[in-house]
């Protein structure tokens, strides 16, 4: 619901300013007459970005309760479009982001012990922002998350030998963040943001041969809740950025600029 929101702001914001060009000024959504949308931060975008984070995952179940973290190296790109006007923006973002991180819970040396690994994640957010100084973009995102993450119970002195289970799939949760961009020259930009992700919870039931005697079914059941931060920096490239604001096209005291 908050995505198909954002769409819909982005669909009004776009009809009104190609109205407000069509019938000759350029106007300001919510800013003074006489005043565009455009600028250096509007228009489509794309990038690359590195930095590293934390996971942490809680598992509950049968077996009690076991929480743990663990941090890694993430490495991604991100492709959005932006609409300036004045200083205030709003945009949609997409980004995709290898990000390596595994939860060892418990020692599977001694006994039974849980595993919950992540190897990337992807995100689709609104975006809203200030810009500052006329090249300085502070922002903040929000949207929904996306990551496959692999669940794994492990019992080193089972009955019927080692065994381990997997439960492998693609989870779907929310995040926020924020961050800045600094306007360098051309048509780049320095980029630093963190974001915040959480994946819900997963129940999972683990099965095996033999549990108390031969021939006996055995299941453990367990509750999984994953949820992650990531700090990042990197330069994105504006296809259609301008080294000064754009000049209005009509100024109501002399008519049409010549």
Same mark, same amino acid.
């Given at each position: 619901m908050k995505i198909i929101q954002i769409v819909v702001a982005l669909i009004i914001c776009l009809a009104g300013a190609s109205a407000a060009r069509a019938d000759g000024p350029?106007?300001?959504?919510?800013? @003074? @007459? &006489?005043? @565009? /949308?455009g600028g250096i931060y509007s228009g489509l975008y794309t990038g690359g970005e590195l930095g590293g984070g934390s996971m942490r995952s809680k598992v509950s179940g049968d077996l009690g309760t076991i929480s743990g973290n663990d941090k890694g190296?993430?490495? =991604?790109?991100?492709? =959005?479009? $932006?609409?300036? /006007? =004045?200083? +205030?923006?709003?945009?949609?973002?997409?980004?995709? $982001?290898?990000? =390596? +991180?595994d939860n060892r819970l418990g020692n599977e040396r001694f006994g039974p012990s849980f595993n919950s690994s992540m190897n990337w994640f992807g995100s689709l957010n609104g975006r809203v922002g200030v810009i500052a100084d006329d090249n300085i973009l502070l922002f903040a995102t929000g949207g929904f998350a996306y990551a496959t993450v692999d669940h794994k119970f492990s019992d080193p002195f089972a009955l019927d030998g080692p065994f381990t289970r997997h439960n492998d799939e693609t989870k779907v949760g929310w995040t926020v963040g924020g961050g800045f961009e600094i306007f360098l020259r051309d048509h780049w930009t320095f980029r630093g943001d963190a974001a915040y992700v959480?994946? &819900?919870?997963?129940? $999972?039931s683990f099965s095996f041969d033999s549990c108390g005697g031969p021939g006996v079914p055995c299941h453990v059941q367990a509750k999984f809740e994953d949820s992650f931060w990531v700090t990042r920096i990197g330069l994105t490239y504006l296809f259609s950025a301008v080294a000064e604001p754009l000049a209005p096209e009509y100024a109501p005291e002399y008519g049409p600029v010549k």
């Open positions: 350029d106007i300001l959504w919510g800013g @003074p @007459p &006489g005043t @565009p /949308c190296f993430t490495l =991604g790109s991100y492709t =959005g479009y $932006n609409i300036q /006007c =004045g200083n +205030a923006l709003i945009g949609i973002e997409s980004a995709f $982001n290898y990000f =390596g +991180a959480d994946l &819900g919870t997963d129940n $999972n």
